[in-house]
């Protein structure tokens, strides 16, 4: 079964790049400086910024659909990235090191199943989630500190 897992696009996290310290903070958001590797994993690429590049913590929508599991937290954005991590049939590196939780929605955005692993084994439960034709998409979570990582679609 094919799966495409999808990081998520610069476009609306552009404006926070080379913002002053000040300003973030009155956005709701704050600079780090990425002092361990891995450490920082960015939303966008789906990897882990490099030590010494600055990393920006935001507040982020993760599940916008107007249901009981509308969601939200905290997610670092590697500054100045632009190109979105796509991964087909694969998972991205930033992911196989991490304890990871996985849920499962339907169409009407409700989660139907959901689970925890290691990062190494979340190709099986991905799979394991898409045999269940209800599926419409999954989330990946990291398991520790709850913050959003990417999203799983059924490949063609």
Aim: glycine share 8%; proline share 5%.
């Amino acid at each position: 079964m094919n799966y495409k897992i999808s990081g998520l696009k610069a476009e609306p996290f552009i404006h926070l790049f080379g913002q002053s310290d000040a300003c973030l903070n009155r956005l709701g958001a704050s600079r780090h400086t990425v002092d361990s590797y891995p450490g920082y994993p960015d939303r966008i690429s789906l990897c882990d910024i490099p030590m010494g590049e600055t990393a920006i913590l935001i507040n982020h929508i993760y599940q916008p659909a107007n249901t009981p599991y509308f969601g939200t937290h905290a997610i670092y954005l590697w500054e100045g990235c632009t190109q979105q991590g796509i991964y087909v049939n694969a998972l991205p590196e930033v992911m196989t090191t991490r304890l990871l939780s996985l849920r499962a929605y339907d169409e009407r955005h409700f989660i139907r199943q959901a689970d925890i692993c290691e990062g190494k084994f979340a190709e099986q439960l991905i799979h394991l989630f898409f045999a269940d034709p209800l599926i419409s998409y999954i989330q990946i979570h990291n398991a520790k500190r709850g913050c959003y990582s990417c999203c799983v679609e059924r490949g063609e």
